[in-house]
Structure formats: C-alpha cells, structure tokens
C-alpha cells in the first residue's frame, strides 16, 4: 500500500494554489476555483471553512466578493496548509514525537522508529520550504503561464 496524503490535503494545497495565482486580482468564487481545478465545489466549500478559521483566507462579501489568501502567497507554506486541514504528517503512527505516544511498546529502542521519524521529518521540511508562490512559479515555467495546473490527485 502506498503512503499518500488524503484527498482533503492535496485538494486543498490545489485551492490554495489557485487562490495564489490569482493573488492581487481581488477575491474570486468558489465556483471559479473548483471549476479551474477540478473540484468538487460543495467538498471545496467544506475545506476552505477550515482554512478561514485557521486564518489562511478571508472572505469578502457583495458583489464582486468571494475568497482570497489571508497573506501574501510567499508567506504561505505547503506545509501549512496541509497541517491545517489534515494535522502533522507521519509515514507511521509511531513518528509522533508525543513522548506518550508508543504505538508499540518498542518506541525507546526501535531502529525504524527513527528512520520513521527522520523521513517523516524531511517530508515536513520539504512542505514548509515550498510556499505557494514557488508553485505558482512552478507553474508559469512548465505552463507558459497557463493557471489551471493540477497538482496530483
């Protein structure tokens, strides 16, 4: 079986990405953003309340309202979004640094526990280093500019 974030992350990290390439241009629909990325719009609705309450966007009401980043796309980091809406990432239970936590019993003297813990520390690394800016970017190179980019599903 492989190790996957569920699709309440990646969803979610592809709504921010579209939120963060419309960055400036004011606040669009959730329609917009569903149908640019192919998403469901009443599962979107249900992520991007997490994603208000934890203060990565704001809505804006009236006419020409909808939804934009809470912060500039630079200071936003993958790792965030998916912290936000899915909790730490391990690649297994036993990876929690809780020092309660011992799925086991072997947690004190276990050798994969660390390498567990180790990958599930570059994977958090490598989350919080990209911000959605660097996607938007990523984008604009391998696209010509082009906005709907789907990042995995």
Same mark, same amino acid.
């Given at each position: 079986?492989?190790?996957?974030?569920?699709?309440?992350?990646?969803?979610?990290?592809?709504?921010?990405?579209?939120?963060?390439?419309?960055?400036?241009?004011?606040?669009?629909?959730?329609?917009?953003?569903?149908?640019?990325?192919?998403?469901?719009?009443?599962?979107?609705?249900?992520?991007?309340?997490?994603?208000?309450?934890?203060?990565?966007?704001?809505?804006?009401?009236?006419?020409?309202?909808?939804?934009?980043?809470?912060?500039?796309?630079?200071?936003?980091?993958?790792? &965030? %979004?998916? +912290?936000?809406? *899915?909790?730490?990432?391990?690649?297994?239970?036993? !990876? @929690?640094?809780?020092?309660?936590?011992?799925?086991?019993?072997?947690?004190?003297?276990?050798?994969?526990?660390?390498?567990?813990? &180790? %990958?599930? +520390?570059?994977? *958090?690394?490598?989350?919080?280093?990209?911000?959605? !800016? @660097?996607?938007?970017?990523?984008?604009?190179?391998?696209?010509?500019?082009?906005?709907?980019?789907?990042?995995?599903?």
């Amino acid at each position: 079986m492989a190790m996957t974030l569920s699709s309440r992350a990646r969803y979610g990290v592809r709504a921010m990405f579209q939120l963060a390439c419309h960055w400036g241009e004011g606040p669009i629909s959730l329609r917009t953003v569903a149908e640019e990325q192919d998403l469901s719009l009443a599962y979107l609705e249900q992520l991007i309340i997490v994603m208000r309450r934890g203060g990565l966007v704001e809505s804006v009401r009236g006419r020409n309202g909808g939804y934009q980043l809470a912060r500039e796309p630079e200071k936003i980091s993958v790792g &965030e %979004v998916i +912290r936000e809406l *899915e909790g730490p990432v391990f690649v297994a239970a036993c !990876a @929690d640094p809780d020092p309660d936590f011992d799925e086991c019993g072997r947690g004190d003297f276990c050798v994969s526990r660390l390498l567990w813990t &180790e %990958v599930s +520390r570059k994977i *958090e690394e490598a989350f919080d280093s990209t911000t959605l !800016a @660097d996607l938007c970017k990523a984008a604009r190179r391998g696209r010509d500019g082009a906005r709907r980019v789907l990042i995995g599903d």
